[in-house]
């Protein structure tokens, strides 16, 4: 069975337990993988329009915050951007750069 490190990361809204620092087998991204956000597919009123189109590294995935990620292919997504911020998405909110 394989393991995977566990750690807390700090996102910009709170401290959370997360798998972070692996790829793990079945997550949808790779840890480092560049990504661009997309227009909001979900409709989701938490969707911070003003990220749309930008690009960020994955940085982690999220599986214990209550918003129904199953591990491990349907995660919430940490992506870091150039400024810094690390936001969450879900997989269908982004689509690997070019």
């Given amino acids: 069975m394989k393991k995977y490190y566990v750690k807390k990361y700090f996102t910009n809204q709170t401290s959370r337990t997360v798998v972070s620092d692996n790829n793990l087998d079945g997550a949808p991204f790779k840890i480092g993988d560049r990504v661009t ?35 491990p292919d ?15 998405f879900w997989k269908e909110e982004m689509r690997l750069s070019s």
Avoid: A, S, W
């Fill in 37 to 71: 956000i997309l227009n909001n597919p979900n409709n989701d009123e938490t969707f911070n329009n003003q990220l749309t189109f930008k690009t960020g590294m994955v940085v982690y995935f999220e599986y214990e915050c209550g918003c129904g990620q199953t591990f």
């Fill in 74 to 88: 349907d995660p919430m997504i940490g992506v870091r951007f150039n400024n810094g911020k690390t936001e969450e």
